[in-house]
């Protein structure tokens, strides 16, 4: 029979309204009531009375971010049929349910709601952008349920049913900011998607400068989706800044960088850092387009390690050998073995059972080793500046000497004190 077989209670229409309200801040979450909901009074419906466990993957199989995000679930697959094969997590194999959040937070907060109460997993695998995530927040805290989130994002944010695989600002932006001051930037122009990450990466970005001395020439939005850039680059072309830091998301990027280029705009005349474009999206931007420009992640294809081998080969075993993988899907992979290893040295799938065994769980990832920090549940990551080359892989041009411990809350950087608030 089943361990626990009580619903959870089901989040009110009020929650999710808050969830949606949500995406459009970036403070700091800790606890349901903070966000607006409250904890639910049912308990656990997940099933560990037979020889498997339900998980849940959410990611925009639609819309303008499956570009991205259908990739994240290739790799969240590949490592769901690793773990079986290799016996699966406390003896059960993994039984994936999986969840279209189609591009839209409201879609995604409903979607996590079923996986969590109706299709009673154990754990939860997925979103990209910050709106999608802070949708999902408040379900997943007023149901005591846990999120493995894989992208990198604005940080300032920390929920004890979160845990963050992907970089915080001090493990990625940061990183290519005193990347950028190195090369001697004196100026920058700011260009992002209208959402919760870029303007919120913006705000840190203008601390950043303020202290080291860097001018913003200017900073420009355009909603997620948007293809008509025109005006934009010839700002961006006008203002003359040594470089131009891109938080653009999803195929907005495509049609970004054809008009950049369109203007005569060129990675050798006014180069472009993106936090958001990998090995998967060269292609479909345009190897042409974006060829020499900059990217800022944790993780590239091309890295020499035995874990990487292993993945890229596994993975183009898999899907095909044109494939290639990124940051968000190695971040996203490594994030259902960190739970399989916070799982196991628990000895349970108990919610606060996996919270209380989280801290100091380690795993030897593509990216290199990693570590979960319980404070602040996320991970030690290893940031790196990469160049798109010839063949639409990312060299990279810079690597942290060791792995970064994750700072959300940019608590040890004084000209950031004042951006939490």
């Not at 006008?238 to 060129?266: I, M, W």
């Not at 190897?287 to 890229?312: I, M, R, S």
């Not at 990216?367 to 030690?380: D, F, K, M, R, S």
Request: net charge negative; with cysteine; charged share 20%.
């Amino acid at each position: 029979m089943k361990v626990s077989v009580h619903k959870r209670a089901f989040l009110p229409l009020a929650a999710a309204a808050v969830a949606t309200a949500l995406a459009g801040c970036g403070s700091q979450i800790a606890d349901p009531a903070s966000a607006g909901s409250t904890a639910s009074t049912g308990t656990s419906c997940v099933d560990t009375s037979g020889d498997s466990i339900k998980v849940g993957f959410i990611n925009s199989l639609s819309g303008t971010m499956a570009i991205s995000e259908s990739t994240v679930f290739d790799s969240l697959t590949l490592a769901a049929e690793e773990i079986n094969a290799s016996g699966g997590v406390l003896g059960k194999q993994l039984q994936v349910v999986s969840e279209d959040g189609a591009s839209e937070p409201t879609k995604f907060a409903e979607r996590a709601g079923k996986l969590i109460q109706q299709d009673c997993t154990a754990a939860v695998f997925g979103g990209w952008t910050s709106s999608s995530r802070k949708a999902m927040l408040p379900v997943f805290e007023a149901n005591d349920a846990l999120l493995f989130y894989p992208v990198q994002y604005e940080g300032l944010e920390s929920s004890k049913n979160i845990f963050y695989t992907g970089a915080t600002t001090n493990q990625q932006i940061i990183p290519a900011l005193d990347y950028l001051a190195e090369q001697g930037t004196t100026s920058l122009f700011l260009v992002g998607s209208d959402y919760v990450f870029p303007r919120t990466a913006n705000k840190i970005i203008q601390a950043y400068a303020a202290a080291k001395g860097i001018e913003i020439l200017g900073e420009e939005y355009t909603p997620l989706g948007s293809t008509e850039f025109s005006t934009i680059v010839n700002k961006v072309r006008d203002s003359k800044a040594d470089a131009v830091f891109n938080t653009l998301n999803g195929d907005s990027n495509v049609a970004f960088f054809r008009q950049y280029k369109s203007v005569g705009l060129t990675a050798d005349t006014m180069p472009v850092v993106s936090v958001s474009i990998a090995e998967e999206e060269v292609p479909g931007v345009g190897l042409d387009n974006v060829e020499g420009q900059l990217t800022a992640w944790d993780y590239y294809q091309t890295l020499d390690t035995p874990a990487n081998k292993k993945f890229v080969a596994a993975f183009k075993a898999k899907f095909g050998a044109e494939r290639v993988t990124s940051d968000p899907m190695e971040a996203a992979y490594t994030s259902l073995f960190l739970w399989k290893a916070m799982v196991e040295k628990a000895g349970s799938f108990e919610v606060d059972q996996v919270q209380a065994a989280a801290d100091g769980v380690t795993f030897e990832a593509p990216e290199g080793l990693v570590t979960v920090n319980g404070e602040n549940n996320h991970i030690t990551k290893t940031p790196r500046l990469g160049k798109i080359n010839s063949e639409g892989l990312i060299d990279t041009v810079w690597s942290s000497p060791e792995a970064v411990e994750p700072d959300p809350f940019l608590a040890t950087y004084d000209w950031a004190k004042d951006l939490a608030k």
